[in-house]
């Protein structure tokens, strides 16, 4: 067993490598049906922001995204057109309009997720409940980690 101070800059670059994959691999599994519904990868990211900043400006949006503003307002235009999302004035300050997802924008993020699930679950239902609780556990604290440093870091 590898003791934890042992870990040196090769352990640091191999689970890099290694989640890198794991989550390319993922993130390609749940794209393949997007083109069966119409949109582009990009267009779904930005669903899923939508999805989570509700009421969401184009300003924010081309923050998350990192692109112009005027490109994050095509891409708004094209979910639009296609009743993905919706553009409505905000009730306190007019001069904002926020962007809203819509029930079928909610419906292609639900499948695209769904797939990605079936697939992971597929991939490794076989390892032993030690293994899958132990994972689980360590990406847990990864997660808790990263999302604990980002939030400082914005602060």
């Known amino acids: 067993m ?7 800059a090769q352990n640091y670059t191999t689970i890099e490598k290694q989640l890198r994959y794991v989550a390319s691999v993922i993130r390609e599994t749940g ?15 930005a669903l899923q922001w939508i999805s989570e900043e509700k009421g969401i400006t184009i300003g924010e949006l ?19 057109e296609k009743n993905l999302v919706e553009r409505r004035k905000d009730e306190k300050d007019k001069r904002l ?16 997720i769904r797939n990605r699930q079936q697939f992971l679950e597929e991939t490794i239902s076989d390892l032993p409940n030690e293994v899958m609780e132990n994972f689980r556990q360590g ?3 990864l997660y808790n980690q990263i999302k604990t440093k980002k939030k400082s870091e914005t602060r």
């Open 2 to 8: 590898v003791e934890i101070g042992a870990f040196n």
């Open 31 to 45: 794209r393949q049906n997007l083109s069966e519904v119409g949109i582009t990868p990009p267009q779904f990211v």
């Open 62 to 80: 081309s923050s998350q995204l990192f692109l112009a503003f005027s490109t994050t307002t095509d891409l708004v235009d094209k979910l639009e």
């Open 97 to 112: 309009v926020r962007i809203y997802l819509l029930s079928k924008g909610e419906a292609i993020i639900h499948s695209v």
């Open 139 to 141: 990406l847990d604290s």
